[in-house]
């Protein structure tokens, strides 16, 4: 049970570092797995606001309309979002609101917090049992005792680019593929995070169209001017040999001499066949055997 557990925080941790990429610069900040109390009890993940402006772009299709305070619980594919859920989340708000209140007889308004659901699959069992109304694809509304509960299924979400972000945590293959391609990253940190996320996925027998290659490829591509000559170096290494000179092909000239300079000689002939290194060198210029030098007259 134990490795089952650390295997869900898992999931619910890379959603908060999704969702932190997916805020920054933004006039929100996001806390991941936030300690409401002395006897932990974590919280997925808070949005908050902790300056001026709006949100540049579009925000996922349920998100829209955040407050001051906005509390997510998160369900992925292996698990259901159910009764029990709704109530742990409804008390971590109780807890939470204290906790940033100046005092429990002085709490801050009700208007400045918003609760939300996002879950992989629609919670079949959870929408029969309480009332429940769609307000557009993939979102809902749960009306769970005064509060209102948004429920964002994100294997629902159209397939648009603004919803990208939630696509890579649902539990549709062709979804994560979409998600992958349409993710709009927001920091060179984030290619870690998705190797993290699509290793985890390959881990677990989820069928990828979206390969580790076609996103090491892409990110290559897009944020190679970013990075620094090693890191250069070290991600056009992990590729395999035989894609290293598609990705090379498609650097723009200055880059791709800068990169082949910085691979050793048996890299930057990986991949080669021995008659494609013995057709280069016959194309280069004979060298030239070195004029005899003339003896010196004794005077």
């Given at each position: 049970?134990?490795?089952?557990?650390?295997?869900?925080?898992?999931?619910?941790?890379?959603?908060?570092?999704?969702?932190?990429?997916?805020?920054?610069?933004?006039?929100?900040v996001v806390e991941i797995e936030a300690d409401l109390s002395v006897q932990q009890?974590?919280?997925?993940?808070?949005?908050?606001?902790?300056?001026?402006?709006?949100?540049?772009?579009?925000?996922?299709?349920?998100?829209?309309?955040?407050?001051?305070?906005?509390?997510?619980?998160?369900?992925?594919?292996?698990?259901?979002?159910?009764?029990?859920?709704?109530?742990?989340?409804?008390?971590?708000?109780?807890?939470?609101?204290?906790?940033?209140?100046?005092?429990?007889?002085?709490?801050?308004?009700?208007?400045?917090?918003?609760?939300?659901?996002?879950?992989?699959?629609?919670?079949?069992?959870?929408?029969?049992?309480?009332?429940?109304?769609?307000?557009?694809?993939?979102?809902?509304?749960?009306?769970?005792?005064?509060?209102?509960?948004?429920?964002?299924?994100?294997?629902?979400?159209?397939?648009?680019?603004?919803?990208?972000?939630?696509?890579?945590?649902?539990?549709?293959?062709?979804?994560?593929?979409?998600?992958?391609?349409?993710?709009?990253?927001?920091?060179?940190?984030?290619?870690?995070?998705?190797?993290?996320?699509?290793?985890?996925?390959?881990?677990?027998?989820?069928?990828?169209?979206?390969?580790?290659?076609?996103?090491?490829?892409?990110?290559?591509?897009?944020?190679?001017?970013?990075?620094?000559?090693?890191?250069?170096?070290?991600?056009?290494?992990?590729?395999?040999?035989?894609?290293?000179?598609?990705?090379?092909?498609?650097?723009?000239?200055?880059?791709?001499?800068d990169v082949i300079k910085s691979l050793p000689p048996e890299e930057r002939l990986?991949?080669?066949?021995?008659?494609?290194?013995?057709?280069?060198?016959?194309?280069?210029?004979?060298?030239?055997?070195?004029?005899?030098?003339?003896?010196?007259?004794?005077?």
């Amino acid at each position: 049970m134990a490795g089952k557990g650390q295997a869900l925080r898992e999931w619910h941790r890379l959603f908060g570092l999704l969702l932190t990429d997916f805020f920054s610069g933004s006039p929100f900040v996001v806390e991941i797995e936030a300690d409401l109390s002395v006897q932990q009890q974590l919280l997925d993940v808070v949005i908050v606001r902790r300056g001026r402006g709006r949100f540049s772009g579009r925000l996922p299709d349920g998100l829209e309309g955040l407050l001051a305070h906005n509390l997510i619980t998160f369900k992925s594919h292996h698990e259901a979002l159910d009764t029990w859920a709704m109530k742990e989340l409804v008390g971590h708000y109780v807890a939470y609101r204290k906790l940033v209140s100046r005092s429990p007889s002085d709490l801050l308004a009700e208007d400045q917090f918003r609760l939300y659901a996002v879950t992989a699959r629609y919670p079949q069992n959870l929408s029969a049992q309480v009332p429940w109304q769609r307000v557009q694809a993939g979102v809902y509304d749960c009306q769970w005792g005064s509060d209102t509960i948004r429920v964002v299924v994100a294997g629902e979400l159209s397939r648009e680019p603004h919803n990208a972000p939630l696509h890579l945590f649902s539990a549709s293959p062709e979804l994560v593929d979409f998600g992958g391609r349409a993710y709009q990253r927001h920091s060179p940190d984030t290619s870690s995070l998705l190797v993290q996320l699509f290793k985890g996925l390959h881990a677990e027998g989820f069928p990828m169209p979206y390969t580790m290659e076609d996103f090491r490829r892409q990110f290559v591509k897009e944020h190679f001017s970013e990075l620094t000559p090693e890191d250069r170096k070290d991600i056009i290494k992990s590729l395999p040999p035989e894609e290293q000179e598609d990705v090379i092909k498609s650097l723009p000239p200055e880059q791709r001499k800068d990169v082949i300079k910085s691979l050793p000689p048996e890299e930057r002939l990986a991949g080669l066949t021995e008659e494609q290194i013995r057709h280069y060198l016959n194309r280069l210029p004979a060298e030239r055997p070195a004029a005899p030098r003339k003896p010196r007259r004794k005077t």
